[in-house]
């Protein structure tokens, strides 16, 4: 995955669920545009460079996540998010 191509951001929706996921530090099960899937608890949103990421803890490593790269996510508490391009 290049890291030049164009970020797209999400729908507004997508975001304030996934900032509820980070408030309540959330285990998510995380499916990926190119097909990986992860369960990682909701740690924080950030922005660098116009660009977002979800911060998440994947067994113990901290990994950054391009919200553009995110296909879905889900919760009990929460149901399944398809994320989509706002």
Known sequence: MSMNDTYQPINCDDY????????????????????????AKANDLLSRKNVEYLVVDVSGETRELRLDKIA????PEIGTVVVSES
């Open 16 to 39: 304030d669920n996934l900032e509820l996921a980070c408030q309540h530090h959330l285990i998510l099960t995380l499916e990926l545009k190119d097909g990986e899937v992860l369960k």
């Open 72 to 75: 879905s996510f889900s919760h």
